[in-house]
């Protein structure tokens, strides 16, 4: 039931809709669709904003689902406008949280929990690597609200808490943040001796008993950090013999 097509409408300006391979925001995505793209109606299924529509380029190339908040009625297309599979950059969310995006020709882009790219594959092209940007921009929206309504049965808090310590190794300052607005993506970031090491934090600090998680750092070492009962206190040991501890 519904219009014949869809136009693509009301995305935020400089961004894109995400077509996906299922009804969910969990889905990975096949497309990139701008404000005006067209798209053949397969069908939709839910309601309101949590409504996700099948779409099909009028050429038959692509096809995937996308939040119905994003489409309206339209008559059909004179040209193509949607960016298709071979072009869309795949995302990895890593044990870690840090977040590795994937290109068909081999193109590889690795960015931290808190959405900074680490370091990027020689063959990455400079219209890839905006494209990833993007995408890994959109994940991290995607993540840190609740507009596509996935549940989840968590307890969501927002989290921006920072403390000083001190590497025990050297006497040397290392500061620390836990930021985020989502169950199950808070972010932890720590600097010291010139070097960043990232982790993921599962639940926001106090709300559960300590926790573990584990870090890695821009110089190649890793380890772990483990953030007390009641929030303010994380202490961590890297591969390379550095550890220390961090107040909040």
């Known amino acids: 039931m519904g219009p014949d097509y869809w136009r693509v409408a009301n995305v935020p300006a400089n961004d894109t809709l995400n077509v996906r391979s299922g009804p969910s925001a969990r889905n990975?995505?096949?497309?990139?669709?701008?404000?005006?793209?067209?798209?053949?109606n397969l069908g939709c299924e839910g309601t309101g904003d949590a409504r996700?529509?099948?779409?099909?380029?009028?050429d038959g190339r692509v096809s995937g689902w996308a939040s119905g908040r994003y489409l309206v009625e339209s008559g059909a297309p004179s040209t193509g406008n949607i960016s298709g599979?071979?072009?869309?950059?795949?995302?990895?969310?890593?044990?870690?949280?840090?977040?590795?995006?994937?290109?068909?020709s081999g193109c590889t882009i690795l960015y931290?929990?808190?959405?900074?790219?680490?370091?990027?594959?020689?063959?990455?092209?400079?219209a890839q690597l905006a494209r990833a940007h993007q995408a890994v921009e959109g994940h991290m929206r995607e993540n840190a609200s609740s507009d596509f309504h996935e549940?989840?049965?968590?307890?969501?808090?927002?989290?921006?808490?920072?403390?000083?310590g001190t590497i025990t190794n050297n006497g040397s300052?290392?500061?620390?943040s836990i930021r985020g607005?989502?169950?199950?993506h808070y972010v932890l970031t720590m600097l010291g001796d010139g070097t960043t090491c990232t982790g993921a934090i599962k639940h926001a600090p106090g709300t559960v008993g300590s926790e573990t998680t584990s870090i890695h750092c821009t110089n190649g070492a890793n380890g772990s950090a483990i953030l007390g009962q009641n929030g303010g206190l994380l202490t961590f040991n890297l591969n390379n013999g550095i550890a220390g501890f961090v107040k909040f």
């Open 173 to 176: 300052v290392v500061t620390a």
């Open 112 to 126: 931290n929990p808190a959405g900074r790219r680490i370091n990027a594959g020689g063959s990455c092209s400079q």
């Open 85 to 104: 599979s071979n072009e869309v950059p795949e995302l990895h969310v890593r044990g870690t949280g840090e977040i590795e995006v994937r290109y068909a």
């Open 151 to 164: 549940g989840g049965g968590g307890v969501s808090a927002d989290v921006n808490i920072a403390g000083t």
């Open 28 to 40: 990975r995505v096949v497309a990139h669709a701008p404000n005006g793209a067209v798209f053949r």
């Open 181 to 184: 607005h989502q169950e199950g």
């Open 52 to 58: 996700w529509c099948h779409l099909e380029t009028p």
